[in-house]
């Protein structure tokens, strides 16, 4: 079975400053990968996915996040913190879109 | 096109009772879930269906049936609530070749 792991429950950054959200994979056959984001009071709402393509993935709200096989990671970054970034992320893998394992989550608080 | 449609959005139970959360998907996907969000727990999943007629539990899936009769249509029964049960609740679907859809979560009480 896959799993996925999400190190720190909760990430803490300043405005404008670099956003590193760390998500690790176990998978024996190329994964597919997401990131998703939950507001508060809210469902969750795709932020990108890899599919085998590049291994550089470009999602919304200037998030990306890098496949790399030789670490079984896929760590979302953004290059500059805003306010609205602050919310819950979910890292998601799906080895063959039949079923879906999620990480524990990661809160990202942002401080003016 | 309405995606993945889950009702009620809200739900109060007193212990004991039964209820059935409904979730339909219009988007032909095989795959359909129910996963339970708790704080701290992240998304852990109850149920898993890869199509009519079949089903298989998930992490958690004490407490709780599933049955897939049609391709649209995956409803959750909370047999007998307890507050143990306390959760918001996704259905989520999927496809070849796509993420995970969600739909819009119940957040369930049970007192």
């Known amino acids: 079975a896959q799993s996925v792991t999400q190190l720190g429950s909760h990430v803490s950054v300043s405005e404008g400053a670099l956003v590193l959200l760390r998500c690790n994979y176990s998978s024996s056959v190329p994964p597919y990968l997401f990131w998703y984001v939950q507001y508060p009071n809210q469902g969750l709402q795709l932020l990108l996915k890899y599919t085998s393509a590049a291994t550089l993935v470009k999602g919304i709200n200037g998030f990306e996040a890098e496949f790399k096989k030789s670490e079984t990671s896929f760590h979302l970054t953004k290059p500059s913190a805003h306010m609205s970034d602050a919310a819950e992320y979910f890292c998601?893998?799906?080895?063959?879109?039949?079923?879906?394992?999620f990480g524990s989550g990661t809160k990202l608080n942002v401080k003016p | 096109n309405a995606g993945v449609t889950q009702t009620p959005k809200f739900q109060v139970l007193k212990t004991g009772q039964s209820m059935t959360l409904q979730c339909a998907q219009d988007?032909?996907?095989?795959?359909m879930s129910w996963y339970r969000q708790d704080p701290g727990m992240g998304l852990r999943l109850i149920h898993y269906?890869?199509?009519?007629?079949?089903?298989d539990q998930g992490e958690v899936p004490n407490g709780y049936n599933v049955s897939r009769s049609t391709t649209e249509d995956f409803p959750l029964r909370l047999l007998s609530a307890a507050p143990s049960q306390t959760s918001v609740y996704f259905c989520v679907t999927g496809g070849v070749d796509t993420e995970a859809f969600f739909g819009q979560g119940t957040r369930l009480t049970v007192v």
């Open positions: 988007m032909n996907h095989e795959y």
């Open positions: 269906s890869v199509g009519a007629g079949i089903t």
């Open positions: 998601a893998v799906s080895d063959n879109f039949n079923k879906f394992y």
